[in-house]
């Protein structure tokens, strides 16, 4: 059995930064990543990783201001620079997608059960 357990979520106003966390435990899992659904709108892929050692690769909306990083079983998410707009509920995935299907929510068979973020004044 996988679970996947998030932290980091807060409210912070615009410009701050927050630091998520997902920690993995049942075994290893070649792919993690982040996903965030806002209100009204289609969960949308935010960043993946397959290793440590790995390049993350990122929505274009987060490029710049998000940084993923992994160390075994466990990922972060830098995010600096925050906007209204990625206000959300962030939720971390992880599976064995194919790297053309990393963007795609269907190929993650785990998830953890998210958190808020808010950015607002």
């Known amino acids: 059995q996988v679970q996947l357990v998030e932290s980091g979520g807060a409210l912070v106003q615009p410009g701050g930064s927050l630091r998520l966390s997902c920690v993995a435990s049942?075994?290893?899992?070649?792919?993690m990543a982040w996903f965030r659904q806002a209100p009204g709108k289609e969960r949308e892929f935010v960043a993946a990783?397959?290793?440590?050692?790995?390049q993350p690769r990122y929505t274009d909306s987060v490029k710049g201001r998000y940084t993923l990083s992994r160390d075994k079983n466990t990922v972060y998410l830098q995010m600096n620079s925050l906007k209204p707009e990625d206000t959300a509920v962030y939720y971390c995935?992880?599976?064995?997608?194919?790297?053309?299907?990393?963007?795609?929510?269907?190929?993650?068979?785990?998830w953890g059960q998210g958190t808020q973020v808010t950015v607002s004044s």
């Open positions: 049942g075994r290893n899992l070649r792919t």
């Open positions: 995935a992880a599976g064995t997608p194919i790297l053309t299907t990393e963007e795609m929510a269907a190929y993650y068979n785990y």
């Open positions: 990783i397959r290793s440590s050692s790995s």
